[in-house]
């Protein structure tokens, strides 16, 4: 008889909140008016729960990039199973898995992206949202002029 031995690496878990992801602003149904719908410019939200292993690997991802422009928009996540009304949240906007990211101009939705992405297609995202809703980019960033 053989026995194999198989090592599993850990996922790695990110703190969220206060002590975690300084760039990345934790939004609850308490907040989420003020954060999400009131704000001015571009915001992008991460739709998380905890026992989503590729919402693990993501928020890492997530938070490098809100750290890189975080001068041109804000940067969000939201644990909608921590709350009914977070859950609310969620199914409000029609969402069916996590990770998604939402992207939102001047608090309306306007993508989407469910999965986990990567680093450069997130950036990519951000840019597009950037290029494509000046409005958005006008109020995160200063707009020159030719």
């Known amino acids: ?31 989420w008016e003020t954060e999400v719908l009131k704000s001015e410019g571009l915001v992008v939200v991460d739709f998380w729960h905890q026992q989503c292993p590729w919402c693990a690997r993501l928020a890492p991802i997530f938070s490098e990039v809100a750290k890189e422009y975080g001068d041109k928009a ?4 939201l644990n909608v199973l921590s709350s009914h009304e977070n859950q609310h949240i969620a199914l409000h906007l029609g969402l069916m898995s996590t990770p ?18 990567t680093k450069e297609r997130i950036k990519q ?18 707009l020159k002029i030719d």
């Open 1 to 31: 008889m053989v026995t194999f031995i198989i090592r599993i690496a850990p996922i790695p878990v990110v703190q969220r909140g206060e002590n975690g992801l300084s760039s990345v602003i934790e939004v609850n149904s308490d907040s």
């Open 74 to 77: 804000k940067f969000a996540s």
């Open 125 to 142: 995202l951000v840019e597009d949202a950037l290029k494509n809703y000046k409005e958005c980019a006008g109020k995160s960033t200063e």
């Open 100 to 117: 998604t990211l939402v992207f939102f101009c001047q608090g309306k939705p306007i993508f989407a992206a469910a999965g986990f992405q």
